[in-house]
C-alpha cells in the first residue's frame, strides 16, 4: 500500500463547476499537507499548505485536512479553464521531514 | 514565495555522457533537494542537498551516479552520470524557506530540466 493515495483521474469538469480532489494516506505521523498546481511542462507550484487538521481557504481554493480519516481534500469553487492541470497532495511528518506526494490527479475544465 | 531558477531548461544527451544541472534560489534557505519525475508520474526524491557536508540519497538513488553539490546556501547542482535512456526525466530542484522568512517550511519546485538520453 502507498503511504499517499491520490486517484489520478482524469477529472473532466465544465467551467463553474465545483471539483473535489481527494487525497487518503496511510501515516497518523503526517502533520503538514500540501497541495500543489502543476501545469504541463511546468515545475509543481505551491497552491495550498496546512498544518495538522483543519480548513483553509484562500480565494477559489478551499483545503480540508481531516487527521482522524486522514484524508485531505482541496475544493476549487466557480472552476476556471485556467485550473487546468495537474494537482498533487503531499505531506509530511515533521518540518524538516521527506515530503510524500500522491499520483497527482489531471484535472481537465472545458468552457 | 521563494524564486527557484534552474540551467539547463532542456538537454538531449547521448548515452554514456554526463549532465550538471544547476539550481539557483533568490533567497537564503534551509533545505535544497532534488526529484525526478517520470512522464505522467509523480515525483521521486533523489537527495536532500546539504550545505557543506555530502548529500543524504533516498533508497534506489547512489551518489556515483547521481553526484551532488551544496556550495552555499542559495545554489546546488546535481549530475546525472553515465546516463542511459532510462534517465530520461524531468529534474526538479526545490527548497524550503529560511526560518526566518515568511516562507519558512513551505516547499518549492524550479521548472525542471527536461533531460533526453538518445
Known amino acids: 500500500q502507498k503511504e499517499v493515495e491520490q486517484d489520478p483521474g482524469p477529472l473532466s469538469v465544465p467551467e463553474g463547476a465545483i471539483v473535489s480532489l481527494n487525497c487518503t494516506y496511510s501515516n497518523s505521523a503526517f502533520q503538514y499537507f500540501m497541495w500543489y498546481r502543476q501545469y504541463s511542462r511546468k515545475g509543481p507550484e505551491l497552491l495550498m499548505y496546512t498544518y495538522s487538521s483543519g480548513n483553509k481557504e484562500d480565494g477559489r481554493f478551499t483545503a480540508q485536512v481531516d487527521k482522524s480519516s486522514k484524508y485531505i481534500s482541496l475544493f476549487i469553487r466557480d472552476s476556471q479553464p485556467s485550473d487546468s492541470a495537474t494537482y498533487l497532495c503531499?505531506?509530511?511528518?515533521?518540518?524538516?521531514?521527506?515530503?510524500?506526494f500522491g499520483q497527482g490527479t489531471e484535472l481537465s475544465v472545458k468552457p | 514565495s521563494a524564486v527557484i531558477s534552474q540551467k539547463p531548461s532542456r538537454d538531449i544527451c547521448q548515452r554514456g555522457t554526463s549532465l550538471t544541472i544547476q539550481c539557483q534560489v533568490d533567497s537564503q534557505v534551509t533545505m535544497m533537494f532534488w526529484y525526478r519525475q517520470q512522464p505522467g508520474q509523480s515525483l521521486t526524491l533523489i537527495a536532500t542537498a546539504n550545505q557543506g557536508s555530502e548529500a543524504t540519497y533516498e533508497s534506489g538513488f547512489v551518489i556515483d551516479k547521481f553526484p551532488i553539490s551544496r556550495p552555499n546556501l542559495t545554489f546546488s547542482t546535481l549530475t546525472v552520470s553515465n546516463m542511459s535512456p532510462e534517465d530520461s526525466s524531468i529534474y526538479l530542484c526545490?527548497?524550503?524557506?529560511?526560518?526566518?522568512?515568511?516562507?519558512?517550511?513551505?516547499?518549492?519546485f524550479g521548472p525542471g530540466t527536461r533531460l533526453t538520453v538518445l
Open positions: 526545490s527548497a524550503t524557506g529560511n526560518s526566518g522568512s515568511k516562507y519558512y517550511n513551505e516547499q518549492f
Open positions: 503531499a505531506m509530511r511528518v515533521d518540518q524538516g521531514g521527506k515530503l510524500i
